[in-house]
Structures are given as structure tokens and as C-alpha cells.
């Protein structure tokens, strides 16, 4: 009964999974437990919690399975050093870059540290990409796919193309760095005045309310070429040193403005920099998911890496890419290589033992009765508990009013997809700045997204049959949009969670 850790930590989105005898025991990130955004630290919390959940302790574990290689990421910052080592500021980066591939190639001390001298598994560091490609194959359930990752880099790649089946995970096309198409759009980000590395979902809904105008501009910025690769013009925009220090070059401020300030008025000119540069991103990852179809021949394709987050770009993959199925991973960002990286090991080391898909994103902790009667008594709230809880719930919304929904196990990746969910009335269109002034305190020009059941989805979305991850958007039918005017975004679209009643009975019953 082999136990295999997945742990990815030291650059963002910190977790931890675990495997045992092929079947996802959980994951979580770290950020859950500590209530840091974005965590990136070591996941202390969550491997406990990982143990804690299996009943194993630290001598149980046989494989630990890292989710970068330390000495590639050494390797590649010394070589890139070249385009910035004469800046002061880029030295600062560089200390910083090879500090975190110190900090990855300890990580076994780390881990005994934390655990003690009982952990005797052993260690197993895996290419960042192949953990990314591996976690959504595995999510995905399928028995072969072509894979497609985009992020802002590993190692040293941006992305890979291939195909993934039993026999493994074969690359066809890999960009490298600085061909990015992730700091491409935290860039953007940054110059709209949101936080980049984390903010960049701001900018996809904010692009719903420009125009393309510089379209053409943003073309030559970022594109995909004809052999599966990624290209972005460093003369136009500067990503020599990463994410946060990535800008527009001097001389394009008549074009896209003067970066914006954080809290100043949106204008018009942000506007149509967001919808440009989603629409360049949406072209690209359309060319390669169609490039990937034409070589390979595969029905399905499989998404990961932080750019499959993007939720508009899928969509647009899925209509207009051939694939007969398109799954993106819930977790596409770096939490969901801690459980690449452990099916990874799992594949090569016990390829006799078969991998029993998760299912569900569920995977997380989850609270008793009695734990969450606790809480309610220590924040001093009054607690009733009715016979039907679900119909009290849809009540309450026919109502008009908010619910806080808290029940089972937490969500793994950053959608929340019904166990710890804000639910709302989606018909009246007044509700989504109800529910912002209220609860969410966030930019207008956001959207709320809806919960259907599978069963109905096509009825109100195109298109629409299964999407549980709430990580595609879906046009809502003409007819159908004054109906749900909550959550219909102002270019008629929505960003849909389907709901089985096998993957979440009560939720579904709500």
C-alpha cells in the first residue's frame, strides 16, 4: 500500500497531496490553514492534516515527490542572469531567485525537520510542467489525452504540448522562458494597477467592457507559431526580471496609457488594454490547443499550469478547437502539482497499482456536527439545525436573503464550488450589487458566477453540459438572460459550476 506526499512550496500557492494505493486521500494548500493569500511557504499544516486524514504517521510515507528540480532552476537563473545582472535591481532578483532553489533542494531536510527521523521515504524531484500536465490528466479521468500547460515558468519552460496515457507523458512542443504567456498577463495586470501573481482574474473580467482597439499591438506582443511554441516580443514588453518587475518598454504609453495607480478610476483606455490583451492570450491558447489537435488526433485535451485559469480562453478552446472534450484542472494554478507530482512518482514506481480519479475537488477538511456547534457556541451565535436543511436554505434565498453555506469536505483549487459558498438569488439583477455591498466588497465589474444543475445546464447555457469546476465560461442563451441577470456577465456570458447529485448530493438538493 505505497503512501506517496505531493508537495509543491518556495514560489506561490503552497499544498500538499497525498496518494495511498492509488487513491487521492486529499489536498489542500497551505494558505487554507494559515489564512495567508497566496501562501508560499513550507505546507506544515496541510501534511499534517494529510496524515492526520490517512491515519499514517511520518514512517509511513514511501515516496516524497517534489514538484520542481532545484538544480535546472540554479541552473537557468545563472544562464538568463546575462539580460539583468548590470541592474542593481536585477541582482536583488537573482539573490532571490537562487535563495528559493536553496531553500526547493532542502527540502527532505525540511521535511525531517518537521516530521522527525521516523520519515524514511524516499525523495523524487519532478519537472514542474510534467506535474502540471500529470495533475490534470488525473483529475480529468480519462484514459489518454493531449495535455496543454501555460503558466509563467518552471524551470526554465513556459509550456508544454504533448499527449498523456498509460504509457506516460510525451512533450511535442515546449516554450521557454521569456516566451511566457503567464508574466505576459501579470504584466498586464501590474499596468492596470491590480497585484500581479494573483489579481490577474480582474483583468479577464474587466475585459468584458472593452474594445479591442489595440488589438494588432498585443498581437505582436504575444502569439503562438506554427510548430506548437510560444513567442512574446521582449522589445515591447520587459520580463527579464519576473513577475512583479514586468512592464510595457518605453514609447507605448500613447497606446496602452501610463501604468495606473492602485484605487484610481478605471477609464476607458483600461478597459480596452484588458479586452486586447485577453483576446491576444485567447488566440494563442487557441492556436496550440488547435495545433495539438491536428498532430495528435486526440479526442480529449487536458489544461493546467496558472494560465488554465482562465476561465474565457477555455471556453473559447472548447468550442473552437475540435477536441470532442476540453478539462482544465480545478487546482491548473501551482497547488495542483503536489498531486502531479505524487501521481508522477506513482505511475513510475508502482505501475501495477491503478490510479482511482478523485471524481470531485473535495478533498480538503472537513468539520463534524459537533465541531461546528462548537464554533457557533464560542462566537456567541444562535444555532437551530431544521429536518430539511436544504429546503430551508432555498427558502431562505426565495427570500431574497444570503446564505452562508458551510458543509463537507473543503474545495481544493480557488473556486468555491458549494462546501464553502455565498449563495444568492441569481434572477433579480440588483442582487450582485447586493451581495457585493453586503459580503464581498469587490470591483463592480467582477462577475458572480451561477450554480445549475447538470441536468439543466443546456436549457440556460450553450453548449453547456458538464462543468464542475466552475473554470469554463458558457454563453447564456438569449432567452434566458434577463432571467439570471445576477450572473450574466455584461457580454453575456457566465462562468458555470454544473451540480450532480453524485459529485454533492446536499448542494445539489439546495
Known amino acids: 500500500m505505497p503512501a506517496i506526499l505531493g508537495i509543491n512550496c518556495y514560489k506561490h500557492d503552497s499544498a500538499a497531496a497525498l496518494l495511498v494505493d492509488g487513491r487521492l486521500v486529499g489536498a489542500a494548500e497551505e494558505e487554507r490553514f494559515t489564512r495567508i493569500k497566496h501562501y508560499s511557504g513550507y505546507p506544515s499544516k496541510t501534511v499534517d492534516f494529510l496524515l492526520g486524514e490517512a491515519g499514517l504517521e511520518a514512517r509511513d510515507i514511501d515516496h516524497v515527490a517534489f514538484y520542481m528540480l532545484p538544480g535546472l532552476v540554479f541552473r537557468e537563473n545563472m544562464l538568463y542572469s546575462r539580460h539583468y545582472l548590470h541592474e542593481k535591481a536585477g541582482l ?11 531553500r526547493m533542494a532542502a527540502i ?10 521516523g520519515l524514511r521515504a524516499r525523495f523524487h524531484f519532478v519537472e514542474h510542467h510534467r506535474a502540471h500536465a500529470a495533475g490534470a490528466f488525473y483529475f480529468s479521468g480519462l484514459e489518454r489525452a493531449a495535455v496543454l500547460t501555460m503558466d509563467g515558468v518552471g524551470e526554465r519552460d513556459c509550456s508544454i504540448l504533448g499527449t498523456i496515457g498509460p504509457q506516460g507523458l ?11 504567456p503567464g508574466v505576459y498577463y501579470s504584466a498586464v495586470t501590474r499596468h492596470l494597477g491590480f497585484e500581479p501573481d494573483s489579481d490577474e482574474y480582474k483583468v479577464m473580467g474587466l475585459s468584458s467592457y472593452g474594445r479591442p482597439e489595440q488589438l494588432p499591438l498585443f498581437r505582436r506582443i504575444l502569439g503562438a507559431t506554427s510548430d506548437g511554441r510560444i513567442r512574446l516580443d521582449t522589445g515591447l514588453l520587459y520580463v527579464h526580471r519576473g513577475v512583479h518587475e514586468s512592464r510595457f518598454r518605453r514609447g507605448l504609453e500613447a497606446r496602452v496609457g501610463v501604468p495606473r495607480r492602485r484605487g484610481q478610476e478605471l477609464e476607458a483606455i483600461h478597459e480596452d488594454v484588458a479586452c486586447s490583451a485577453q483576446r491576444a492570450l485567447e488566440e494563442t491558447g487557441l492556436a496550440l490547443a488547435r495545433w495539438l489537435r491536428d498532430r495528435t488526433g486526440e479526442r480529449d485535451l487536458v489544461i493546467a499550469g496558472g494560465v488554465g485559469l482562465n476561465c474565457v480562453m477555455n471556453g ?30 506513482h505511475m513510475r514506481e508502482h505501475p501495477d497499482i491503478r490510479l482511482e480519479s478523485p471524481g470531485s475537488c473535495y478533498l480538503g477538511p472537513g468539520y463534524g456536527d459537533r465541531e461546528v456547534e462548537s464554533a457557533m457556541e464560542s462566537s456567541r451565535l444562535s444555532c437551530e439545525k431544521p429536518a430539511d436543511l436544504a429546503g430551508a436554505i ?16 473543503m474545495e481544493f483549487g480557488p473556486r468555491a464550488l458549494g462546501n464553502r459558498s455565498i449563495l444568492a438569488d441569481p434572477r433579480p439583477a440588483s442582487m450582485k ?24 445546464a443546456p436549457d440556460y447555457f450553450e453548449g453547456c453540459s458538464s462543468s464542475p469546476y466552475m473554470i ?18 455584461v457580454d453575456g456570458t457566465a462562468r458555470v459550476q454544473t451540480v450532480s447529485r453524485e459529485a454533492n448530493p446536499f448542494y445539489w438538493e439546495v
Open 108 to 117: 527532505p531536510a525540511t521535511m525531517r525537520e518537521h516530521l522527525g527521523s
Open 170 to 180: 510525451r512533450v511535442l512542443a515546449r516554450s521557454r522562458y521569456p516566451n511566457s
Open 433 to 456: 450589487d447586493r451581495v457585493n455591498s453586503v459580503v464581498k466588497h469587490r470591483e463592480g465589474f467582477r462577475p458572480f458566477a451561477p450554480s445549475c444543475l447538470e441536468e439543466i
Open 316 to 345: 473559447l478552446i472548447e468550442r473552437e478547437s475540435g477536441f470532442g472534450g476540453v478539462f482544465p484542472m480545478a487546482a491548473s494554478h501551482d497547488a495542483g502539482t503536489s498531486v502531479g507530482a505524487a501521481v508522477l512518482v
Open 394 to 409: 432555498s427558502g431562505l434565498l426565495e427570500e431574497g436573503r444570503i446564505v452562508a453555506l458551510f458543509q463537507g469536505r
Open 472 to 489: 469554463k465560461t458558457y454563453d447564456v442563451r438569449p432567452g434566458m438572460r434577463e432571467s439570471i441577470a445576477a450572473v450574466t456577465h
Open 92 to 102: 536583488a532578483f537573482l539573490a532571490g531567485q537562487l535563495n528559493g532553489a536553496r
